[in-house]
């Protein structure tokens, strides 16, 4: 469609962004024929899309493998309260709200998992993504968007949130660092700490999403004598009350990820530092806790399981219910009887499950194993 005017009909609608100086018709045009990719719809996600789709992205692919739940409703601003009490899928509930915000954005929702085995193929579509906005939760998610956006020179908006700091860069990929060059290894994880540990301030991931936002429009729409937020590592501490802003390195020329000497090695992406399972911050259960099992076969999102069977299958173990259609199916209920009394478990159509109720991978994987068994 046109994006001089929208769906309503109304030609004033992008005049406060046209009007910008650097910016005019030929950006909002940029920007109407731009897609971006919003991987992660949580706190910085929902600040994220929520701009972006306002600013006239012409295509939006939101992805995210979680369902709403109530303690998100504290952060994350895309979701109400109706999309908690039916645990719809995050990206579902995202494209659903950005179709009312803005009718002439194409918003797709992907409810997956992103792994080694099928991120080339999420951000390799046609046409591919002009930015990821990289809004994921967890380190091991965050290196193999890395990997994958440095292989195929996909510019990422990076951020994260938690406590009451949050933290932006760029990565443009026009020979500049990659996230392993700023930070060649993940944090050693610490065990119990998570999300739910830590906790998020709401408006900070907001301003954390506002400038990821910010940042994928500037790459997408490239306005004249714009330097936006880029070529820096910039930081917010609310409960400091500080910003700062940290030039990013030259790349670094023994980058595993980025090295321009031929011997890269993409670890997340291979596979090699990838981890199926792991307690996740997901709430599912009260915050009692919860563990995510994965498919144990090789090639795990070519795995397809038959919810409706398996939810008459665990019949005899609890109170078992589908909710939702064709990729974004779950089947979820709670185990009653015998060593699994009171745990909470969900399954996605891609054999993916989450156990909630316990932080014990091995309770989770022998679960998954008897009960599942993908
Ligand atoms: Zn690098």
Partial sequence: MDHATDAIGDAGRYDRQSRLPGFGATCQARLGAAHAMVIGCGALGCAAIDLLARAGVGRLTVIDRDLVESSNLQRQSLYSEADAQQGAPKAEAAARRVALINSGVRAEALVEDVTPENVERLIVPHPRPGVLVDCTDNFQTRYLLNDAAVKHGVPVAYGAAVGWAGMVASFERSGGACLRCVFPEPPAEVAGQSCDVAGVFGPVAAMVGAMQAAEAVRMLAAPAGVAGFGGALWTIDAQLGRWQRVALPEPDAACPACRQDGARAHEWLSGARWTREGVVCARLSGGRGAVRVMPGQAGASAVTI???????????????????????????????????????VTVFGDGRAVIAGTTDLSVARSLYARLIGV
């Fill in 306 to 344: 038959d919810l409706g069977a398996l939810a008459s299958r665990l019949g005899a173990h609890g109170r078992f219910a589908l909710r939702g259609q064709g990729r974004g199916a779950v089947m979820t209920g709670r185990l009653a009887g015998g060593a699994w009394e009171g745990l909470d």
